[in-house]
Antibody
């Protein structure tokens, strides 16, 4: 059974940092691209970052570029998101998701349950 | 404001059908075959219900169906059941490993 379990969220002051983790199991983690998505209170979902299966290619949404860093450790079946210089508007539930790519399409087929980051003084 | 537009709410009585729309642009919904729908209960992991516009993952009942016309995708839930009451989100690939999502629709079974 595919499982993605996020952790690392919490209450942090503006300007602070956190490291979010996503533990993967039930599939060959090193074969899949992964992404992070967030959902602010009362808002829709927002894609924030992508990483290739090897970790060699990374993309970021403009809203987090320069402040967030995505990484992965395929030996540990884990995905990470280092979030720095946090702002109130970064308050959200952060989800990791597996990106499945076929010859004709892409699908985010499995998601974790999310970890809440609250930025407040 | 979300990139894809969904109605904030939808409702129907048990046994009825309800359709939820998801409107984007030619750069996302209209330009790719990678439109998906997710069922989400608060505090839980979003669950894939429809992918590649019309396909159902294994285990998803055929009461759930998807379609697309131009820049608008739709999710139809037929034979509504109480357990279908949840939030539903659409998503579309938008190129260069970038995804866009709808704001979510709260489906109420009356």
């Amino acid at each position: 059974e595919v499982q993605l379990v996020e952790s690392g969220g919490g209450l942090v002051q503006p300007g602070g940092s956190l490291r979010l983790s996503c533990a993967a199991s039930g599939f060959t983690f090193s074969s899949y691209e992964m992404i992070w998505v967030r959902q602010a209170p009362g808002k829709g979902l927002e894609w924030i970052s992508y990483i290739s299966s090897s970790g060699g290619t990374r993309y970021y949404a403009d809203s987090v570029k320069g402040r967030f860093t995505i990484s992965r450790d395929n030996a540990k079946n884990s995905l990470y998101l280092q979030v720095n210089s946090l702002r109130a508007e970064d308050t959200a539930v952060y989800y990791c998701a597996r990106q499945y790519r076929s010859t004709t399409s892409c699908t985010l087929d499995y998601w974790g349950q999310g970890t809440l980051v609250t930025v407040s003084s | 404001q979300s990139a894809l537009t969904q109605p904030p709410s939808a409702s129907g009585s048990p046994g009825q059908s309800v359709t939820i729309s998801c409107t984007g642009t030619s750069s996302d919904v209209g330009g790719y075959n990678s439109v998906s729908w997710y069922q989400h209960y608060p505090g839980k992991a979003p669950k894939l219900m429809i992918y590649e516009v019309t396909k159902r993952p294994s285990g998803i009942p055929d009461r759930f169906s998807g379609s697309k016309s131009g820049n608008t995708a739709s999710l139809t839930v037929s034979g509504l059941q109480a357990e279908d009451e949840a939030d539903y989100y659409c998503s579309s690939y938008a190129g260069t490993n970038n995804w866009v999502f709808g704001g979510g629709t709260k489906l109420t079974v009356l």
